[in-house]
């Protein structure tokens, strides 16, 4: 039986509307089940409210599937999703963590995904307290660190294609006035680790962590490439202070004398 071509219009609209729907008021619970999914399960948006178009969650860091260790940042994380040219733009605001607003745009292509920071307010992007990476579990919920971290990027850029995420532009995670439960000494000092794309080549980005400041002296370099890291690093105490930092030492390392040596893939 053929249906009349009204009914099939009507049935067509009817599904249309039905799917426009559906997107406009899609759940904040959708943003939070792709960021768990994104993050294999570290990076959690708890307690959602309103919509993926805008809403808001409460940030929560996790040691992963089937782990105990988590931690909430202060607050709730406010967003919105709105289309931009042929991209949507996030924005998101956080009082305790986000400096003014934050910006990402997101622009889908055939097979291909880019992410990009178009604009930023002031010198650094975010800033989290350093107890947070309590949530990630060993070593992190034993190290109990104190002090801040602060992210900033420069002309920072992720592309997807071809099964294979491409770095442009450099991330900056600055710890400052870092302290631990299982050192005396404090502040231990303040640190620089970065992700910087690789001009020579494409796909992979080079890690550096450096020692801006203080008694425990943090240095290492590595590779990321294919979702992969591979990192050589090492700490020590600068002179006069092996004493008080021996057990942070032992904890960060596999000890080589007065060398931690800290490696990673």
């Known amino acids: 039986m053929i249906k009349p071509p009204s009914l099939r219009w009507s049935l067509g609209g009817a599904l249309l509307g039905a799917l426009l729907g559906l997107i406009l008021f899609a759940p904040a619970s959708w943003l939070a089940r792709g960021l768990a999914q994104a993050s294999d399960g570290h990076l959690l948006l708890a307690e959602t409210r309103g919509s993926l178009w805008s809403g808001s969650?409460?940030?929560v860091l996790t040691g992963g599937t089937g782990s105990r260790d988590a931690s909430l940042l202060p607050g709730r994380i406010e967003w919105?999703?709105?289309?931009?040219?042929?991209?949507?733009?996030?924005?998101?605001?956080?009082?305790?963590?986000?400096?003014?607003?934050?910006?990402?745009l997101l622009q889908?292509?055939?097979?291909?995904?880019?992410l990009s920071l178009p604009q930023q307010g002031g010198d650094w992007l975010t800033r989290f307290p350093a107890a947070w990476l309590g949530g990630l579990g060993t070593p992190w919920n034993t190290l109990q660190l104190g002090g801040g971290m602060r992210l900033s990027a420069r002309e920072f850029r992720l592309e997807w294609a071809q099964g294979r995420w491409r770095q442009l532009?450099?991330?900056d995670l600055d710890f400052v006035?870092?302290?631990?439960?299982?050192?005396?000494?404090?502040?231990?000092?303040s640190y620089r680790f970065s992700i910087a794309a690789d001009p020579a080549a494409a796909g992979v980005s080079t890690l550096r962590l450096s020692t801006l400041e203080g008694a425990l002296l943090l240095?290492?370099?590595g590779v990321?490439?294919?979702?992969?890291?591979?990192?050589?690093?090492?700490?020590?105490?600068a002179p006069e202070r092996e004493a008080a930092l021996n057990n942070l030492?032992?904890?960060?390392?596999?000890?080589?004398?007065?060398?931690?040596?800290?490696?990673?893939?």
């Open 108 to 114: 889908p292509g055939l097979g291909s995904l880019a």
């Open 169 to 171: 532009g450099q991330l």
């Open 57 to 59: 969650g409460v940030l």
């Open 80 to 104: 919105t999703l709105a289309p931009k040219g042929l991209g949507l733009l996030l924005s998101a605001r956080q009082a305790c963590c986000i400096n003014g607003e934050l910006q990402m």
């Open 224 to 237: 990321l490439s294919g979702g992969k890291a591979r990192f050589q690093g090492e700490a020590q105490a």
């Open 177 to 189: 006035n870092l302290s631990s439960r299982v050192s005396t000494l404090a502040p231990l000092g």
């Open 249 to 265: 030492l032992n904890i960060i390392g596999r000890r080589q004398g007065a060398r931690s040596v800290i490696s990673i893939g």
């Open 219 to 221: 240095n290492g370099q």
